[in-house]
């Protein structure tokens, strides 16, 4: 079959032709398209415990828009969706590119518990665990993560965010939840912690002025002189040896204490929200 447009899950592909295959107790669909290449089985019964499989070559996962005069969604319910196992060459989700990815969604009586979660891009590496169950007080998701890249502006650029920031090393985790399942608005109800932390490089939209000529005169970077390194003195925007903190998320705001820049040129610590 082909398909100008198919919705799935909660997900709308385009230009999606697929070939549908019995199994003993499963259908095997093969899929070809802008969106969507490689294999899925589907089990016949879902309640049986066995995972929808996903062995894809490319997989972009794109929120299906509201249709015209159609009735609100109703929230998808964790308990009633399948164990998932899911492997991609090339993932995308949302207009964000994680790479190769590799995921494992157990069914539990509760809902879905995540168990195994691991990204790897040419920019970046993201791997965690979670759940999606139904508690006394509703659903709700939590998620801890673990992010590194050796090349924060590559990163950013993959993860749609503006890439305002140069670093050799960046490492984060988080551990975070909120009410109800996974979806775009989900920052505007987060909570938890995060931890940041950066090594060598520039905020580009930084200006430093008179401080550039402080760090080229740093007693302190004499070491780095002798090596020939003049980028934080050259390059655009405020060098950094160091950036590390700690942010606390409640309902969508980040609140820090400790955020602390360090560089050749000036420290600066930051509390306060954002």
Do not use: C
């Given at each position: 079959?082909?398909?100008?447009?198919?919705?799935?899950?909660?997900?709308?592909?385009?230009?999606?032709?697929?070939?549908?295959?019995?199994?003993?107790?499963?259908?095997?669909?093969?899929?070809?398209?802008?969106?969507?290449?490689?294999?899925?089985?589907?089990?016949?019964?879902?309640?049986?415990?066995?995972?929808?499989?996903?062995?894809?070559?490319?997989?972009?996962?794109?929120?299906?828009?509201?249709?015209?005069?159609?009735?609100?969604?109703?929230?998808?319910?964790?308990?009633?969706?399948?164990?998932?196992?899911?492997?991609?060459?090339?993932?995308?989700?949302?207009?964000?590119?994680?790479?190769?990815?590799?995921?494992?969604?157990?069914?539990?009586?509760?809902?879905?518990?995540?168990?195994?979660?691991?990204?790897?891009?040419?920019?970046?590496?993201?791997?965690?665990?979670?759940?999606?169950?139904?508690?006394?007080?509703?659903?709700?998701?939590?998620?801890?993560?673990?992010?590194?890249?050796?090349?924060?502006?590559?990163?950013?650029?993959?993860?749609?965010?503006?890439?305002?920031?140069?670093?050799?090393?960046?490492?984060?985790?988080?551990?975070?939840?909120?009410?109800?399942?996974?979806?775009?608005?989900?920052?505007?109800?987060?909570?938890?912690?995060?931890?940041?932390?950066?090594?060598?490089?520039?905020?580009?939209?930084?200006?430093?002025?008179?401080?550039?000529?402080?760090?080229?005169?740093?007693?302190?970077?004499?070491?780095?002189?002798?090596?020939?390194?003049?980028?934080?003195?050259?390059?655009?925007?405020?060098?950094?040896?160091?950036?590390?903190?700690?942010?606390?998320?409640?309902?969508?705001?980040?609140?820090?204490?400790?955020?602390?820049?360090?560089?050749?040129?000036?420290?600066?610590?930051?509390i306060g929200r954002t």
């Open positions: 079959v082909h398909l100008d447009r198919a919705r799935v899950l909660g997900f709308e592909f385009l230009d999606v032709t697929a070939r549908l295959e019995p199994l003993a107790d499963a259908w095997r669909v093969t899929a070809s398209g802008p969106m969507a290449e490689g294999a899925v089985t589907i089990p016949a019964d879902f309640a049986g415990g066995q995972p929808l499989l996903l062995d894809m070559r490319k997989l972009v996962l794109q929120a299906a828009p509201d249709v015209p005069g159609a009735p609100p969604r109703e929230d998808s319910d964790p308990r009633q969706l399948p164990a998932i196992e899911a492997r991609a060459g090339e993932f995308t989700w949302q207009g964000r590119r994680f790479g190769r990815l590799d995921a494992r969604l157990e069914r539990v009586p509760q809902g879905l518990r995540l168990t195994h979660l691991a990204t790897e891009s040419k920019h970046f590496t993201l791997n965690g665990r979670g759940s999606w169950l139904v508690e006394s007080g509703g659903p709700r998701t939590r998620l801890a993560l673990e992010f590194a890249s050796d090349d924060l502006a590559g990163a950013s650029r993959a993860l749609g965010y503006r890439d305002s920031v140069d670093a050799d090393r960046a490492r984060a985790s988080a551990d975070v939840n909120w009410g109800g399942g996974p979806a775009e608005d989900a920052l505007e109800r987060l909570d938890g912690t995060v931890h940041l932390e950066l090594e060598r490089g520039q905020l580009r939209e930084v200006e430093p002025g008179a401080g550039r000529m402080l760090g080229l005169l740093s007693v302190v970077d004499l070491p780095r002189r002798l090596a020939l390194d003049f980028r934080d003195v050259t390059d655009k925007g405020l060098a950094f040896d160091k950036v590390h903190g700690d942010f606390e998320m409640r309902a969508g705001s980040a609140y820090t204490k400790n955020l602390l820049l360090e560089g050749a040129a000036v420290d600066i610590g930051v």
